[in-house]
């Protein structure tokens, strides 16, 4: 089984940072893609942040130049760094990540979702 861990949300004032972490753990052959997803009240569901399968980043256009992903590979981890927040970033974030857990077996997994509320 593989699970998928996020943490790091809470509250915080407009133009504060945060940063968000989510650890994969379990049978993981093989990670192709991993990165955010975000909820609002309301909305769908938009990515965020995500590392793509040939190794570069995308980022959702209102995020671009605030928001920056990494990752550490070794302990299969990405991270979200969120500076400048507005109110309207306010979401529950959902880390997700495409893998192989045996060499012909993917799937898609999601973690639990942490909530990141910007307000005064």
């Known amino acids: 089984q593989v699970q998928l861990v996020e943490s790091g949300g809470g509250l915080v004032q407009p133009g504060g940072s945060l940063r968000l972490s989510c650890a994969a753990s379990?049978?993981?052959?093989?990670?192709?893609?991993m990165g955010w997803y975000r909820q609002a009240l309301g909305k769908e569901r938009e990515l965020v942040a995500t590392?793509?399968?040939?190794?570069?980043?995308n980022y959702a256009d209102s995020v671009k130049g605030r928001f920056t992903i990494s990752r550490d590979n070794a302990k299969n981890t990405v991270y979200l760094q969120m500076n400048s927040l507005k109110p309207e970033d306010t979401a529950v974030y959902y880390c997700?990540?495409?893998?192989?857990?045996?060499?012909?077996?993917?799937?898609?997994?999601w973690g639990q979702g942490t909530q990141v509320t910007v307000s005064t």
């Open positions: 590392f793509n399968s040939g190794g570069g980043t």
């Open positions: 997700q990540s495409r893998l192989y857990t045996h060499r012909d077996s993917w799937g898609d997994y």
């Open positions: 379990g049978s993981i052959f093989h990670i192709v893609v």
